[in-house]
Protein backbone atom coordinates (compact mmCIF):
# COMPACT_ATOMS: atom_id res chain seq x y z
CA UNK A 1 0.00 0.00 0.00
CA UNK A 2 1.19 3.39 -1.19
CA UNK A 3 1.83 5.75 2.33
CA UNK A 4 -0.39 8.74 1.52
CA UNK A 5 0.79 10.67 5.31
CA UNK A 6 2.74 13.32 3.49
CA UNK A 7 -0.32 14.92 2.41
CA UNK A 8 -1.48 14.76 6.14
CA UNK A 9 1.11 17.72 6.55
CA UNK A 10 1.34 20.66 6.11
CA UNK A 11 4.05 21.59 3.98
CA UNK A 12 7.68 22.98 5.31
CA UNK A 13 7.95 25.01 2.04
CA UNK A 14 4.54 26.88 3.38
CA UNK A 15 6.42 27.28 6.99
CA UNK A 16 9.48 29.10 5.36
CA UNK A 17 7.05 31.25 3.11
CA UNK A 18 5.05 32.05 6.54
CA UNK A 19 8.54 33.07 8.65
CA UNK A 20 10.05 34.86 5.58
CA UNK A 21 6.57 36.78 5.24
CA UNK A 22 6.43 37.71 9.23
CA UNK A 23 9.94 39.10 9.23
CA UNK A 24 9.25 41.29 6.28
CA UNK A 25 5.84 42.33 8.10
CA UNK A 26 8.14 43.15 11.26
CA UNK A 27 10.68 45.00 8.91
CA UNK A 28 8.08 47.33 7.72
CA UNK A 29 6.48 48.20 11.18
CA UNK A 30 10.22 48.96 12.47
CA UNK A 31 10.54 51.11 9.34
CA UNK A 32 7.11 52.73 9.96
CA UNK A 33 8.35 53.22 13.51
CA UNK A 34 11.45 55.04 12.72
CA UNK A 35 9.43 57.58 10.06
CA UNK A 36 7.39 58.95 13.16
CA UNK A 37 9.25 58.15 16.18
CA UNK A 38 8.22 58.58 19.78
CA UNK A 39 10.36 57.82 22.71
CA UNK A 40 8.20 55.68 24.74
CA UNK A 41 8.41 53.04 21.83
CA UNK A 42 11.35 53.22 19.61
CA UNK A 43 13.05 50.91 22.13
CA UNK A 44 10.30 48.59 22.40
CA UNK A 45 10.37 48.87 18.79
CA UNK A 46 13.98 47.75 18.10
CA UNK A 47 14.38 45.81 20.73
CA UNK A 48 11.36 43.21 19.37
CA UNK A 49 13.06 43.76 15.85
CA UNK A 50 16.49 42.66 16.86
CA UNK A 51 14.54 39.64 18.93
CA UNK A 52 12.13 38.19 16.46
CA UNK A 53 14.97 38.78 13.48
CA UNK A 54 17.35 36.69 15.10
CA UNK A 55 14.52 34.15 15.60
CA UNK A 56 13.67 34.38 12.19
CA UNK A 57 17.16 33.36 11.48
CA UNK A 58 17.22 30.46 13.44
CA UNK A 59 14.17 29.28 12.12
CA UNK A 60 14.69 29.90 8.29
CA UNK A 61 18.47 27.71 9.47
CA UNK A 62 16.72 24.49 10.67
CA UNK A 63 15.90 21.90 8.21
CA UNK A 64 12.31 21.46 9.13
CA UNK A 65 11.58 25.06 9.62
CA UNK A 66 8.14 26.06 12.34
CA UNK A 67 6.45 28.96 11.97
CA UNK A 68 4.27 28.00 14.92
CA UNK A 69 6.85 29.01 17.69
CA UNK A 70 7.32 32.26 16.42
CA UNK A 71 3.79 33.21 15.91
CA UNK A 72 2.86 31.83 19.72
CA UNK A 73 5.53 33.77 20.77
CA UNK A 74 4.07 37.23 19.03
CA UNK A 75 1.02 35.85 20.17
CA UNK A 76 1.90 35.68 23.87
CA UNK A 77 3.92 39.12 23.00
CA UNK A 78 1.25 41.31 22.21
CA UNK A 79 -1.40 39.84 24.82
CA UNK A 80 1.22 40.30 27.75
CA UNK A 81 2.34 43.89 26.44
CA UNK A 82 -1.00 45.26 25.79
CA UNK A 83 -2.00 43.94 29.69
CA UNK A 84 0.72 45.62 31.20
CA UNK A 85 -0.24 48.74 29.51
CA UNK A 86 -3.83 48.79 29.96
CA UNK A 87 -2.96 48.31 33.61
CA UNK A 88 -0.10 50.84 34.36
CA UNK A 89 -1.40 53.20 31.68
CA UNK A 90 1.69 53.13 29.53
CA UNK A 91 2.72 53.13 26.10
CA UNK A 92 5.23 51.00 25.49
CA UNK A 93 4.12 48.81 22.44
CA UNK A 94 4.02 50.22 18.91
CA UNK A 95 0.94 48.73 18.57
CA UNK A 96 -2.24 50.64 19.44
CA UNK A 97 -5.38 48.87 20.70
CA UNK A 98 -7.09 48.48 17.73
CA UNK A 99 -3.71 47.44 15.34
CA UNK A 100 -3.49 45.06 18.70
CA UNK A 101 -6.98 43.35 18.71
CA UNK A 102 -6.33 42.82 15.14
CA UNK A 103 -3.04 41.40 15.22
CA UNK A 104 -4.22 38.98 18.10
CA UNK A 105 -6.81 37.53 15.65
CA UNK A 106 -4.84 37.48 12.86
CA UNK A 107 -1.91 35.40 14.48
CA UNK A 108 -4.66 32.82 16.70
CA UNK A 109 -5.85 32.07 13.05
CA UNK A 110 -2.75 31.30 11.51
CA UNK A 111 -1.47 29.64 14.64
CA UNK A 112 -4.45 27.17 14.18
CA UNK A 113 -3.87 27.37 10.39
CA UNK A 114 -0.05 26.43 10.67
CA UNK A 115 -0.44 23.26 13.42
CA UNK A 116 0.11 20.03 11.69
CA UNK A 117 -1.83 18.01 14.18
CA UNK A 118 -4.67 18.70 16.48
CA UNK A 119 -5.75 21.33 14.62
CA UNK A 120 -9.66 22.21 15.97
CA UNK A 121 -8.12 21.45 19.80
CA UNK A 122 -5.93 24.18 18.81
CA UNK A 123 -8.54 26.23 17.94
CA UNK A 124 -10.16 25.55 20.71
CA UNK A 125 -7.63 26.44 23.06
CA UNK A 126 -6.71 30.10 21.22
CA UNK A 127 -10.57 31.08 21.26
CA UNK A 128 -10.79 30.48 24.86
CA UNK A 129 -7.42 32.17 25.62
CA UNK A 130 -8.19 35.13 23.05
CA UNK A 131 -11.74 35.09 25.08
CA UNK A 132 -9.67 35.25 28.62
CA UNK A 133 -7.71 38.18 26.76
CA UNK A 134 -10.42 40.11 25.95
CA UNK A 135 -12.08 39.58 29.53
CA UNK A 136 -8.83 40.79 31.47
CA UNK A 137 -7.86 43.92 29.02
CA UNK A 138 -11.87 44.68 29.41
CA UNK A 139 -11.54 45.00 33.32
CA UNK A 140 -8.61 46.39 33.63
CA UNK A 141 -8.88 49.40 30.94
CA UNK A 142 -12.60 50.06 32.05
CA UNK A 143 -14.62 48.55 28.77
CA UNK A 144 -18.78 48.22 28.66
CA UNK A 145 -20.10 44.75 29.35
CA UNK A 146 -21.20 45.26 25.84
CA UNK A 147 -18.42 46.63 24.11
CA UNK A 148 -16.13 43.66 26.05
CA UNK A 149 -18.59 41.49 24.87
CA UNK A 150 -18.83 42.40 21.52
CA UNK A 151 -15.11 41.96 21.31
CA UNK A 152 -15.51 38.43 22.58
CA UNK A 153 -17.93 37.15 20.49
CA UNK A 154 -15.65 38.51 17.24
CA UNK A 155 -12.60 37.09 18.33
CA UNK A 156 -13.42 33.45 19.86
CA UNK A 157 -15.78 32.98 17.10
CA UNK A 158 -13.44 34.25 14.45
CA UNK A 159 -10.89 32.34 15.41
CA UNK A 160 -13.29 29.56 15.64
CA UNK A 161 -14.69 29.90 12.56
CA UNK A 162 -11.62 30.61 10.84
CA UNK A 163 -9.45 27.41 11.72
CA UNK A 164 -12.53 25.66 10.96
CA UNK A 165 -12.34 26.60 7.68
CA UNK A 166 -8.47 25.92 7.29
CA UNK A 167 -9.22 22.57 8.70
CA UNK A 168 -12.01 21.59 6.07
CA UNK A 169 -9.80 23.02 3.29
CA UNK A 170 -7.18 20.93 4.14
CA UNK A 171 -9.85 17.83 4.68
CA UNK A 172 -10.86 18.24 1.22
CA UNK A 173 -6.87 18.87 0.03
CA UNK A 174 -6.40 15.48 1.78
CA UNK A 175 -9.36 13.77 0.52
CA UNK A 176 -8.52 15.51 -3.14
CA UNK A 177 -5.34 13.90 -3.14
CA UNK A 178 -5.96 10.43 -1.68
CA UNK A 179 -8.45 10.35 -4.71
CA UNK A 180 -5.93 11.33 -7.12
CA UNK A 181 -3.31 9.07 -5.44
CA UNK A 182 -5.56 5.97 -5.55
CA UNK A 183 -6.53 6.96 -8.97
CA UNK A 184 -2.82 7.55 -10.12
CA UNK A 185 -2.06 3.88 -8.53
CA UNK A 186 -4.99 2.82 -10.85
CA UNK A 187 -3.68 4.03 -14.01
CA UNK A 188 -0.54 2.69 -13.36
CA UNK A 189 -2.42 -0.57 -12.81
CA UNK A 190 -3.96 -0.92 -15.70
CA UNK A 191 -1.21 0.14 -17.89
CA UNK A 192 1.13 -2.60 -16.36
CA UNK A 193 -1.53 -5.19 -17.22
CA UNK A 194 -2.28 -4.01 -20.34
CA UNK A 195 1.72 -3.43 -21.28
CA UNK A 196 1.90 -7.45 -19.26
CA UNK A 197 -1.25 -8.52 -21.43
CA UNK A 198 0.17 -7.11 -24.89
CA UNK A 199 3.63 -8.15 -24.73
CA UNK A 200 3.96 -11.25 -23.39
CA UNK A 201 1.87 -14.46 -25.07
CA UNK A 202 2.89 -17.44 -22.32
CA UNK A 203 1.26 -17.92 -19.06
CA UNK A 204 3.37 -15.62 -17.16
CA UNK A 205 1.34 -12.51 -18.50
CA UNK A 206 -1.67 -13.54 -16.76
CA UNK A 207 0.72 -13.58 -13.72
CA UNK A 208 1.99 -10.28 -14.19
CA UNK A 209 -1.21 -8.69 -14.58
CA UNK A 210 -2.59 -10.01 -11.55
CA UNK A 211 0.65 -8.85 -9.54
CA UNK A 212 0.18 -5.86 -11.09
CA UNK A 213 -3.79 -5.36 -9.86
CA UNK A 214 -2.55 -5.87 -6.31
CA UNK A 215 -0.60 -2.57 -6.21
CA UNK A 216 -3.84 -0.83 -7.50
CA UNK A 217 -6.02 -1.61 -4.53
CA UNK A 218 -6.03 -1.98 -0.48
CA UNK A 219 -7.58 -5.49 -1.30
CA UNK A 220 -5.53 -8.68 0.33
CA UNK A 221 -6.06 -10.72 -2.66
CA UNK A 222 -6.78 -10.79 -6.48
CA UNK A 223 -7.30 -13.76 -8.39
CA UNK A 224 -8.66 -14.44 -12.23
CA UNK A 225 -10.52 -17.65 -12.69
CA UNK A 226 -11.15 -19.40 -15.62
CA UNK A 227 -14.27 -21.50 -16.25
CA UNK A 228 -13.66 -25.48 -15.93
CA UNK A 229 -15.04 -28.42 -15.63
CA UNK A 230 -15.14 -29.79 -12.25
CA UNK A 231 -16.11 -33.22 -10.93
CA UNK A 232 -17.95 -33.50 -14.45
CA UNK A 233 -19.96 -29.93 -13.85
CA UNK A 234 -19.44 -26.29 -15.43
CA UNK A 235 -17.06 -24.80 -12.43
CA UNK A 236 -14.00 -22.49 -12.27
CA UNK A 237 -10.10 -22.92 -11.32
CA UNK A 238 -7.77 -20.06 -10.76
CA UNK A 239 -5.47 -19.55 -13.10
CA UNK A 240 -3.25 -16.47 -11.74
CA UNK A 241 -3.32 -14.60 -8.09
CA UNK A 242 -1.52 -11.76 -6.08
CA UNK A 243 -1.80 -11.67 -2.39
CA UNK A 244 -0.37 -8.99 0.23
CA UNK A 245 0.67 -10.15 3.62
CA UNK A 246 0.40 -13.53 3.14
CA UNK A 247 -3.75 -13.66 1.83
CA UNK A 248 -4.58 -16.18 -0.43
CA UNK A 249 -6.51 -19.23 -0.80
CA UNK A 250 -5.84 -22.78 0.12
CA UNK A 251 -4.51 -25.16 -2.97
CA UNK A 252 -8.01 -27.21 -2.34
CA UNK A 253 -10.20 -24.20 -2.23
CA UNK A 254 -8.45 -22.81 -5.94
CA UNK A 255 -11.14 -24.47 -8.12
CA UNK A 256 -14.74 -25.04 -7.74
CA UNK A 257 -18.11 -26.10 -9.34
CA UNK A 258 -20.63 -23.42 -10.21
CA UNK A 259 -23.58 -25.02 -8.63
CA UNK A 260 -21.85 -24.67 -5.32
CA UNK A 261 -22.00 -20.79 -5.80
CA UNK A 262 -25.36 -19.82 -7.20
CA UNK A 263 -25.49 -16.12 -6.06
CA UNK A 264 -22.17 -15.17 -7.78
CA UNK A 265 -22.20 -17.62 -11.13
CA UNK A 266 -26.01 -16.13 -11.58
CA UNK A 267 -24.88 -12.75 -11.66
CA UNK A 268 -21.78 -13.08 -13.57
CA UNK A 269 -24.03 -15.19 -16.13
CA UNK A 270 -26.01 -12.06 -16.32
CA UNK A 271 -22.78 -9.95 -16.77
CA UNK A 272 -22.99 -7.61 -14.12
CA UNK A 273 -20.15 -7.23 -11.09
CA UNK A 274 -21.09 -9.08 -8.04
CA UNK A 275 -20.21 -7.50 -4.74
CA UNK A 276 -20.12 -11.09 -1.97
CA UNK A 277 -20.88 -10.41 1.49
CA UNK A 278 -21.04 -14.56 3.44
CA UNK A 279 -23.52 -12.71 6.01
CA UNK A 280 -25.82 -12.14 3.21
CA UNK A 281 -26.24 -15.47 1.41
CA UNK A 282 -27.99 -18.50 2.11
CA UNK A 283 -26.38 -20.82 4.90
CA UNK A 284 -25.22 -23.59 2.44
CA UNK A 285 -23.55 -20.79 0.18
CA UNK A 286 -22.00 -18.71 2.96
CA UNK A 287 -20.42 -22.01 4.14
CA UNK A 288 -18.42 -21.82 0.95
CA UNK A 289 -17.04 -18.77 1.11
CA UNK A 290 -16.52 -18.66 4.91
CA UNK A 291 -14.32 -21.73 4.63
CA UNK A 292 -11.87 -19.81 2.86
CA UNK A 293 -11.65 -16.95 5.71
CA UNK A 294 -13.22 -14.47 3.22
CA UNK A 295 -15.08 -11.23 4.61
CA UNK A 296 -16.23 -9.51 1.14
CA UNK A 297 -15.24 -10.02 -2.56
CA UNK A 298 -16.26 -8.52 -6.07
CA UNK A 299 -16.05 -10.41 -8.79
CA UNK A 300 -16.65 -9.04 -12.43
CA UNK A 301 -17.40 -11.78 -15.47
CA UNK A 302 -14.68 -12.03 -18.45
CA UNK A 303 -16.29 -12.59 -21.49
CA UNK A 304 -14.97 -14.00 -24.74
CA UNK A 305 -17.36 -13.02 -27.32
CA UNK A 306 -20.50 -14.00 -26.02
CA UNK A 307 -19.31 -16.74 -23.75
CA UNK A 308 -18.28 -16.29 -20.19
CA UNK A 309 -14.71 -17.39 -19.95
CA UNK A 310 -13.94 -16.63 -16.40
CA UNK A 311 -13.80 -14.03 -13.59
CA UNK A 312 -11.74 -11.69 -12.13
CA UNK A 313 -12.16 -10.38 -8.45
CA UNK A 314 -10.56 -8.75 -5.23
CA UNK A 315 -10.87 -10.32 -1.87
CA UNK A 316 -10.63 -8.59 1.88
CA UNK A 317 -9.74 -11.16 4.67
CA UNK A 318 -9.14 -8.98 7.24
CA UNK A 319 -11.99 -6.36 7.50
CA UNK A 320 -15.12 -5.46 5.81
CA UNK A 321 -15.05 -2.44 3.62
CA UNK A 322 -17.01 -0.94 0.94
CA UNK A 323 -15.64 -1.11 -2.84
CA UNK A 324 -15.40 1.94 -5.01
CA UNK A 325 -16.21 2.20 -8.38
CA UNK A 326 -13.11 2.98 -9.28
CA UNK A 327 -11.89 -0.23 -8.24
CA UNK A 328 -14.81 -1.89 -9.86
CA UNK A 329 -14.18 -0.03 -13.33
CA UNK A 330 -10.77 -1.16 -12.75
CA UNK A 331 -11.78 -4.66 -12.76
CA UNK A 332 -13.77 -4.25 -15.79
CA UNK A 333 -11.13 -2.70 -17.70
CA UNK A 334 -8.90 -5.28 -16.56
CA UNK A 335 -11.29 -7.96 -17.82
CA UNK A 336 -11.95 -6.55 -20.89
CA UNK A 337 -7.57 -6.95 -21.37
CA UNK A 338 -7.91 -10.07 -20.53
CA UNK A 339 -10.70 -10.97 -22.13
CA UNK A 340 -8.59 -9.64 -25.56
CA UNK A 341 -5.63 -11.58 -24.31
CA UNK A 342 -7.43 -15.10 -24.13
CA UNK A 343 -9.43 -14.03 -27.42
CA UNK A 344 -5.77 -13.67 -28.58
CA UNK A 345 -4.55 -16.92 -27.71
CA UNK A 346 -7.72 -18.73 -29.29
CA UNK A 347 -6.90 -16.73 -32.32
CA UNK A 348 -3.10 -17.96 -33.14
CA UNK A 349 -4.74 -21.45 -31.73
CA UNK A 350 -6.76 -21.50 -33.82
CA UNK A 351 -4.39 -20.37 -36.92
CA UNK A 352 -2.25 -22.92 -35.78
CA UNK A 353 -4.27 -25.63 -36.23
CA UNK A 354 -5.42 -23.91 -39.30
CA UNK A 355 -2.10 -24.69 -40.80
CA UNK A 356 -1.63 -27.75 -39.68
CA UNK A 357 -4.97 -28.42 -40.95
CA UNK A 358 -4.25 -26.87 -44.71
CA UNK A 359 -0.89 -28.68 -44.62
CA UNK A 360 -2.19 -31.99 -43.79
CA UNK A 361 -5.14 -31.12 -46.68
CA UNK A 362 -2.44 -30.81 -49.03
CA UNK A 363 -0.11 -33.57 -48.17
CA UNK A 364 -3.41 -35.64 -48.33
CA UNK A 365 -4.90 -34.55 -51.39
CA UNK A 366 -1.84 -34.95 -53.39
CA UNK A 367 -1.93 -38.42 -52.40
CA UNK A 368 -5.69 -38.90 -53.02
CA UNK A 369 -5.68 -37.27 -56.50
CA UNK A 370 -2.51 -38.46 -57.33
CA UNK A 371 -3.39 -42.47 -56.91
CA UNK A 372 -6.62 -42.01 -59.11
CA UNK A 373 -4.23 -39.74 -61.60
CA UNK A 374 -1.91 -42.46 -61.85
CA UNK A 375 -4.35 -45.16 -62.44
CA UNK A 376 -5.71 -43.38 -65.45
CA UNK A 377 -2.77 -42.22 -66.83
CA UNK A 378 -0.99 -45.57 -66.64
CA UNK A 379 -4.20 -47.29 -68.06
CA UNK A 380 -5.05 -45.06 -70.86
CA UNK A 381 -1.33 -45.07 -71.86
CA UNK A 382 -1.51 -49.13 -72.19
CA UNK A 383 -5.67 -49.06 -73.86
CA UNK A 384 -3.57 -46.00 -76.50
CA UNK A 385 -0.61 -48.28 -77.18
CA UNK A 386 -3.24 -51.24 -77.22
CA UNK A 387 -0.18 -54.10 -77.78
CA UNK A 388 -0.99 -57.39 -76.92
CA UNK A 389 -4.40 -56.42 -75.15
CA UNK A 390 -7.38 -58.24 -75.85
CA UNK A 391 -10.99 -57.04 -76.09
CA UNK A 392 -12.27 -57.97 -72.45
CA UNK A 393 -9.25 -56.67 -71.40
CA UNK A 394 -9.52 -53.31 -72.96
CA UNK A 395 -12.95 -53.06 -71.10
CA UNK A 396 -11.62 -54.11 -67.61
CA UNK A 397 -8.56 -51.02 -68.13
CA UNK A 398 -12.00 -48.81 -68.87
CA UNK A 399 -14.13 -49.63 -66.17
CA UNK A 400 -11.16 -48.85 -63.63
CA UNK A 401 -10.50 -45.61 -65.18
CA UNK A 402 -14.06 -44.63 -65.47
CA UNK A 403 -14.22 -45.71 -61.73
CA UNK A 404 -11.14 -44.15 -60.59
CA UNK A 405 -12.08 -40.74 -62.80
CA UNK A 406 -15.74 -41.10 -60.63
CA UNK A 407 -13.71 -40.95 -57.46
CA UNK A 408 -11.40 -38.24 -58.18
CA UNK A 409 -14.55 -35.86 -59.38
CA UNK A 410 -16.46 -36.86 -56.03
CA UNK A 411 -12.97 -35.78 -54.01
CA UNK A 412 -12.79 -32.45 -56.29
CA UNK A 413 -16.69 -31.99 -55.82
CA UNK A 414 -16.40 -32.09 -51.75
CA UNK A 415 -13.60 -29.57 -51.73
CA UNK A 416 -15.88 -27.46 -53.60
CA UNK A 417 -18.46 -27.83 -51.39
CA UNK A 418 -16.45 -27.08 -48.54
CA UNK A 419 -14.94 -23.84 -50.25
CA UNK A 420 -18.17 -22.49 -51.07
CA UNK A 421 -19.88 -23.15 -47.72
CA UNK A 422 -16.58 -21.79 -46.10
CA UNK A 423 -17.70 -18.71 -47.86
CA UNK A 424 -21.67 -18.84 -47.96
CA UNK A 425 -22.41 -19.33 -51.40
CA UNK A 426 -23.47 -22.78 -50.93
CA UNK A 427 -27.17 -23.34 -52.04
CA UNK A 428 -29.89 -25.76 -51.40
CA UNK A 429 -32.80 -26.72 -53.36
CA UNK A 430 -34.82 -28.80 -50.92
CA UNK A 431 -37.54 -31.31 -53.13
CA UNK A 432 -39.55 -34.32 -52.69
CA UNK A 433 -36.37 -37.37 -52.10
CA UNK A 434 -37.21 -40.69 -53.01
CA UNK A 435 -34.59 -41.79 -49.65
CA UNK A 436 -34.17 -45.42 -50.78
CA UNK A 437 -34.00 -44.75 -54.40
CA UNK A 438 -30.64 -42.51 -53.93
CA UNK A 439 -29.23 -44.84 -51.49
CA UNK A 440 -29.40 -47.81 -54.15
CA UNK A 441 -28.29 -45.38 -56.89
CA UNK A 442 -25.38 -44.63 -54.85
CA UNK A 443 -24.61 -47.96 -53.71
CA UNK A 444 -24.62 -49.68 -57.05
CA UNK A 445 -22.07 -47.34 -57.98
CA UNK A 446 -20.04 -47.83 -54.98
CA UNK A 447 -19.97 -51.90 -55.07
CA UNK A 448 -18.15 -51.63 -58.33
CA UNK A 449 -14.44 -52.57 -57.16
CA UNK A 450 -15.68 -53.68 -53.87
CA UNK A 451 -15.65 -56.82 -52.46
CA UNK A 452 -17.47 -55.79 -49.09
CA UNK A 453 -21.52 -56.75 -48.69
CA UNK A 454 -23.55 -53.67 -48.30
CA UNK A 455 -27.34 -54.15 -48.01
CA UNK A 456 -30.22 -52.01 -48.01
CA UNK A 457 -33.20 -52.56 -45.73
CA UNK A 458 -36.54 -50.75 -46.34
CA UNK A 459 -39.51 -49.90 -48.41
CA UNK A 460 -40.56 -46.22 -49.87
CA UNK A 461 -39.34 -43.01 -47.78
CA UNK A 462 -39.84 -39.78 -49.03
CA UNK A 463 -37.70 -36.88 -47.68
CA UNK A 464 -37.16 -32.97 -48.31
CA UNK A 465 -34.53 -32.09 -49.61
CA UNK A 466 -31.88 -31.59 -52.23
CA UNK A 467 -31.62 -34.81 -54.44
CA UNK A 468 -27.38 -33.82 -54.64
CA UNK A 469 -26.62 -33.34 -51.64
CA UNK A 470 -28.25 -36.43 -50.54
CA UNK A 471 -26.40 -38.52 -52.59
CA UNK A 472 -22.86 -36.73 -51.64
CA UNK A 473 -24.02 -37.27 -48.22
CA UNK A 474 -24.94 -40.89 -48.49
CA UNK A 475 -21.55 -41.75 -50.90
CA UNK A 476 -19.43 -39.80 -48.03
CA UNK A 477 -20.73 -42.43 -45.47
CA UNK A 478 -21.04 -45.39 -47.35
CA UNK A 479 -17.87 -44.88 -48.70
CA UNK A 480 -16.48 -44.28 -45.26
CA UNK A 481 -17.81 -47.75 -44.07
CA UNK A 482 -16.39 -49.55 -46.97
CA UNK A 483 -12.75 -47.94 -46.20
CA UNK A 484 -12.57 -48.34 -42.20
CA UNK A 485 -15.88 -50.47 -41.23
CA UNK A 486 -16.07 -54.49 -41.48
CA UNK A 487 -17.16 -56.67 -44.07
CA UNK A 488 -20.68 -56.25 -43.99
CA UNK A 489 -22.45 -52.91 -44.28
CA UNK A 490 -26.78 -51.92 -44.27
CA UNK A 491 -28.05 -48.88 -44.16
CA UNK A 492 -31.84 -48.68 -42.71
CA UNK A 493 -34.44 -46.13 -42.06
CA UNK A 494 -36.53 -44.87 -39.46
CA UNK A 495 -39.57 -42.81 -40.02
CA UNK A 496 -41.73 -40.57 -37.92
CA UNK A 497 -44.14 -37.84 -38.84
CA UNK A 498 -41.65 -34.85 -38.72
CA UNK A 499 -38.30 -36.38 -39.43
CA UNK A 500 -36.68 -39.26 -41.86
CA UNK A 501 -33.40 -40.96 -40.25
CA UNK A 502 -30.66 -43.18 -42.88
CA UNK A 503 -28.94 -45.22 -40.44
CA UNK A 504 -25.17 -46.23 -42.05
CA UNK A 505 -23.56 -49.27 -39.67
CA UNK A 506 -21.00 -51.82 -40.28
CA UNK A 507 -19.45 -54.79 -38.26
CA UNK A 508 -16.17 -53.21 -37.97
CA UNK A 509 -14.82 -51.81 -34.53
CA UNK A 510 -16.36 -48.90 -35.34
CA UNK A 511 -15.58 -44.99 -34.10
CA UNK A 512 -13.82 -44.41 -30.35
CA UNK A 513 -16.01 -42.07 -27.99
CA UNK A 514 -13.61 -39.66 -28.13
CA UNK A 515 -13.47 -39.49 -31.54
CA UNK A 516 -16.85 -39.00 -32.07
CA UNK A 517 -16.89 -35.09 -32.57
CA UNK A 518 -13.62 -35.25 -33.84
CA UNK A 519 -14.48 -36.98 -37.27
CA UNK A 520 -16.76 -34.33 -38.29
CA UNK A 521 -14.07 -31.77 -38.16
CA UNK A 522 -12.46 -30.69 -41.39
CA UNK A 523 -9.13 -32.63 -42.26
CA UNK A 524 -9.20 -34.94 -39.42
CA UNK A 525 -8.50 -38.25 -40.03
CA UNK A 526 -9.66 -41.07 -37.45
CA UNK A 527 -6.93 -43.48 -38.60
CA UNK A 528 -3.32 -43.06 -40.20
CA UNK A 529 -2.51 -46.57 -40.09
CA UNK A 530 -0.21 -47.38 -43.25
CA UNK A 531 -2.28 -50.68 -43.94
CA UNK A 532 -6.02 -48.69 -44.59
CA UNK A 533 -6.50 -46.34 -47.21
CA UNK A 534 -5.56 -42.74 -46.89
CA UNK A 535 -8.66 -39.62 -46.54
CA UNK A 536 -8.98 -36.01 -47.42
CA UNK A 537 -10.38 -36.14 -43.74
CA UNK A 538 -13.40 -33.41 -45.19
CA UNK A 539 -15.95 -35.78 -46.44
CA UNK A 540 -17.48 -36.11 -43.12
CA UNK A 541 -17.34 -32.65 -42.25
CA UNK A 542 -19.05 -31.23 -45.78
CA UNK A 543 -21.89 -34.18 -45.05
CA UNK A 544 -22.44 -32.56 -41.54
CA UNK A 545 -22.46 -28.91 -43.20
CA UNK A 546 -25.14 -30.37 -45.91
CA UNK A 547 -27.19 -31.98 -43.78
CA UNK A 548 -27.41 -28.78 -41.75
CA UNK A 549 -28.17 -26.73 -44.49
CA UNK A 550 -30.55 -29.49 -45.50
CA UNK A 551 -32.50 -28.61 -41.58
CA UNK A 552 -30.92 -31.74 -40.63
CA UNK A 553 -28.44 -33.33 -38.36
CA UNK A 554 -25.68 -36.04 -39.09
CA UNK A 555 -23.93 -37.67 -36.11
CA UNK A 556 -22.22 -41.20 -34.82
CA UNK A 557 -23.88 -42.92 -32.18
CA UNK A 558 -21.83 -45.83 -30.90
CA UNK A 559 -24.68 -48.24 -30.71
CA UNK A 560 -25.82 -47.60 -34.06
CA UNK A 561 -23.63 -45.91 -36.47
CA UNK A 562 -23.88 -42.91 -38.54
CA UNK A 563 -26.99 -41.17 -38.17
CA UNK A 564 -28.35 -38.99 -41.11
CA UNK A 565 -31.63 -36.94 -40.29
CA UNK A 566 -33.68 -35.13 -42.90
CA UNK A 567 -37.24 -33.44 -42.40
CA UNK A 568 -40.25 -35.59 -43.48
CA UNK A 569 -41.92 -34.95 -46.95
CA UNK A 570 -45.16 -33.72 -44.84
CA UNK A 571 -42.77 -31.62 -42.73
CA UNK A 572 -41.19 -30.52 -45.71
CA UNK A 573 -44.19 -28.94 -47.89
CA UNK A 574 -46.19 -27.56 -44.60
CA UNK A 575 -42.59 -25.37 -43.95
CA UNK A 576 -42.72 -24.41 -47.79
CA UNK A 577 -45.98 -23.89 -47.24
CA UNK A 578 -45.41 -21.21 -44.77
CA UNK A 579 -42.28 -20.03 -46.23
CA UNK A 580 -44.35 -19.55 -49.47
Given amino acids: MVEIGSVNAVPRDLHRRAIWLFFAVITLLVIVELLEP ?66 VLILSTLVGAMVERHRMRWALGLSIGVGVWITVIGLVSGLSTGAMFTRWIIGVAGVLVAVWMVERLTYNLREAARIHERA ?56 AEASRSGAGLDPGLRRGRNADIPTTTKALHAGKPVIIRPNELPPEEAAQYEGEGMITE ?25 WTDDEVKTLQRASDMIAAYWERLDTAEQLRASNESKDRLLSSVSHEIRTPLTAIVGLS ?28 SELVEDLLVASRAGFGNLSIRPEPVDLIGQVRRVVEGLRQGSCKNIQVIGDEVWAWADPLRVRQIIRNLVSNAIKYGGENITVTFQVDPSTVQLVVADDGPGVRAEEAELIFQRYYRSSDSPTLPGSVGIGLAVSRQLAE ?22 AGERAATLLA
Fill in 38 to 103: RADTVWSAWGSFAVYAVWCFQALRSKRPNAVPIFVGSLVYLCVFSVVESAAGLQINPFDHTATYGA
Fill in 184 to 239: RRLNDAIAACSESLLVHSDRFAIHEAARALIQATDADYVFIARSATVDGEPGWEIV
Fill in 381 to 408: EAIVDGSGLAEDEVAELMSIIARQSREL
Fill in 298 to 322: VVVPIYVGRELRGSIGFIQYTDDRD
Fill in 549 to 570: LMSGTLRYVPSEGFVLTLPSLA
